[in-house]
């Protein structure tokens, strides 16, 4: 079955630095790579996905890249904020049964 | 619209009792799930719904029993807790085509 791998599992960044997290998957067939945000006692939620069809993904300070080839997939996140302070999820599906495979998730640190 | 709701947010068990979590959507979406998350691993399926009256086993459904009787509540069942199931249990739904998976507000459950 797929097995989704998500590094590093802590990153600490100066605010205002980009701060960069990959994951690699082990399914050719997984064509969804979503992205997702958690804050401290708070529930997931969606902050961008890309699809296999597609290499980049951009939205504001946010883009996902994806490289079929070698499997892997990283967001990436310019000029961070304090807001920015969280657990990142990737995760990966294949489109006929909806369910993702999570990463073990990013704690991203923001240092003022 | 109130999303994805669970009920209780917090519970104690002790070994060998039974339990119910409850989760409600009035979105009217298809695809329900039920996940737990613990520290270090990330969000781990345990059993999902696509749709009313059906269910099937995810990554980790031993010791777990669901029910989707009607299309907005999805429930899920410890028929007899063990200190091993102490976690945080998420309900998630979707909206197939779509991919993108809402979570209610989770329920904090720990069996002594």
């Known amino acids: 079955g797929e097995n989704v791998e998500q590094h590093p599992s802590t990153l600490s960044v100066q605010e205002g630095d980009s701060a960069v997290i990959k994951c690699t998957y082990s399914?050719?067939?997984?064509?969804?790579f979503p992205w997702y945000k958690q804050e401290l006692g708070k529930r997931p939620q969606l902050i961008i996905d890309?699809?296999?069809n597609v290499g980049e993904k951009k939205d504001q300070r946010i883009a996902v890249t994806l490289n079929k080839t070698a499997k892997h997939f990283s967001l990436h996140i310019t000029e961070t904020q304090p807001e920015d302070s969280a657990v990142y999820f990737c995760?990966?599906?294949?489109?006929?049964?909806?369910?993702?495979?999570w990463g073990a998730g990013t704690k991203l640190i923001i240092k003022p | 619209n109130a999303g994805v709701t669970q009920t209780p947010k917090f519970r104690v068990l002790k070994t060998g009792q039974s339990m119910t979590l409850l989760c409600a959507q009035d979105?009217?979406?298809?695809?329900m799930y039920w996940y737990r998350q613990d520290p270090g691993m990330g969000l781990r399926l345990i059993h999902y719904?696509?749709?009313?009256?059906?269910?099937a086993k995810g990554e980790v459904p031993d010791g777990y029993n669901v029910s989707r009787l009607k299309k907005q509540n999805f429930l899920l069942g410890l028929e007899s807790a063990a200190p091993s199931q102490t976690s945080v249990y998420f309900c998630?739904?979707?909206?197939?085509?779509?991919?993108?998976?809402?979570f209610g507000p989770g329920t904090r459950l720990t069996v002594l």
């Open positions: 998630a739904s979707s909206p197939p085509p779509s991919h993108e998976q809402f």
């Open positions: 979105m009217n979406h298809e695809y």
């Open positions: 719904s696509v749709g009313e009256g059906t269910t």
């Open positions: 399914d050719s067939a997984s064509n969804y």
């Open positions: 890309i699809r296999s």
């Open positions: 995760a990966a599906s294949k489109g006929s049964n909806y369910q993702l495979i």
